[in-house]
């Protein structure tokens, strides 16, 4: 069922473009010592960003345009080349390393991470599955419950392999939140947050670095030359940047003080330089597209639109939410980056992508805007 043909939510892209341009902005200034001592050119991390969001507005301009009803027919091979890619991090010649991890796939001159277009991927094929089930079928046991943690022992094991238990967690809890939405129930819902907190143990006690992060959370001090070095200067350069920041382009840490910055640590160095004003602008737009894409969720037209939405928007608000809660210290270190400000051009692409689906739905809301 098709809702009234309508323009896209406003609100949302205008919400979205204060955020990239607000990550353009950091990155400009984040990267260009990082840019200087790696690549020789201070504004290096600022083009190829520049190349990647050229890359995403041109994907958000087609999936906005294309019914979103389009995409069901074409679930299941979507995920399958997701599961491709991901297996092709493991094998020579495709698969490249960086810090000790195999996240990327090379095909030619492009690399991109795997894992990035699984999120995206997933999301579209619980939402065609569990909309076409039904709420009863989702309930149940066997037909429900059982299929849902076979998919996510599949999905997870390729992941855990890499290893990302960032993303890892991120992929569960966009799931948890469709599998939710779609009816399962709270019994379902709970038991499977308890086994994903059991795993999550089990796996920082298997890797030594994980539990050193895991230690590290809990008493920021320990190993601070160590393990606890990068929390240990984000905190530094959030503290510095006092209520107002100490202004653009002015961060100290960022000139090889605080590891990444340009990635997981730039909301750090958002924080020195715009202070805890310019953190809460950040935090409050990121609301405001929560509020929007919940609304767009509530307005569609019918149950697939409906789990779309949700999966987007517990995609980019809990991404975004882990990652500054990681770097303020208020959870472990995760490495995941933040949604839109963040370096990197995969994960812009596909987010960029998704948000042209959600604008797609909202052209079809029964709500009014």
């Not at 066997?142 to 238990?165: A, N, S, Y």
């Not at 770097?327 to 948000?355: D, H, K, N």
Request: glycine letters at 12%; charged letters at 10%; a positive charge.
């Amino acid at each position: 069922m098709k809702g009234p043909k309508r323009s896209f939510d406003t609100l949302l892209f205008f919400a979205l473009l204060c955020v990239l341009g607000i990550g353009l902005l950091m990155i400009a200034s984040a990267g260009v010592f990082y840019g200087e001592a790696r690549f020789g050119d201070e504004y290096y991390f600022l083009k190829q960003q520049l190349i990647g969001l050229g890359a995403g507005m041109l994907f958000l301009l087609f999936f906005q345009f294309v019914d979103y009803h389009t995409w069901r027919r074409f679930v299941v091979p979507v995920f399958f080349i997701a599961l491709v890619l991901l297996v092709l991090v493991f094998i020579p010649g495709f698969g490249t390393s960086v810090y000790g991890a195999t996240r990327w796939v090379a095909l030619g001159p492009i690399s991109f991470q795997p894992s990035e277009v699984m999120k995206l991927a997933i999301i579209l094929y619980l939402a065609a599955w569990l909309s076409e089930k039904g709420y009863e079928k989702t309930a149940d046991l066997i037909e429900g419950l059982v299929p849902f943690l076979v998919l996510m022992c599949i999905v997870g094991f390729l992941i855990i392999k890499q290893p990302d238990t960032g993303t890892l967690g991120l992929i569960f809890l966009i799931s948890l939140s469709i599998f939710f939405a779609s009816g399962a129930k709270l019994s379902h819902i709970f038991s499977l947050f308890g086994a994903g907190l059991v795993f999550l143990a089990i796996l920082i006690k298997m890797a030594p670095y994980r539990m050193q992060r895991f230690l590290v959370f809990i008493n920021p001090e320990h190993d601070p030359q160590g393990s606890g070095y990068q929390i240990t200067q984000a905190l530094l350069a959030i503290g510095s940047g006092g209520l107002f920041g100490i202004g653009l382009g002015q961060s100290r840490q960022k000139f090889n003080y605080l590891p990444e910055p340009v990635t997981d640590s730039i909301f750090a160095v958002l924080g020195e330089e715009f202070g805890l004003i310019g953190g809460l602008v950040v935090i409050c737009l990121f609301l405001f597209m929560a509020w929007r894409g919940l609304r767009i969720a509530k307005g569609a037209p019918d149950g697939f639109g409906r789990l779309l939405a949700v999966g987007i928007v517990s995609w980019i608000v809990g991404q975004a939410f882990i990652n500054i809660a990681a770097i303020s210290g208020i959870v472990p270190l995760t490495g995941i980056p933040l949604p839109f400000i963040s370096y990197g051009g995969t994960s812009l692409a596909v987010l960029l992508a998704a948000m042209g689906i959600l604008l797609n739905i909202s052209k079809q809301s029964t709500l009014k805007t």
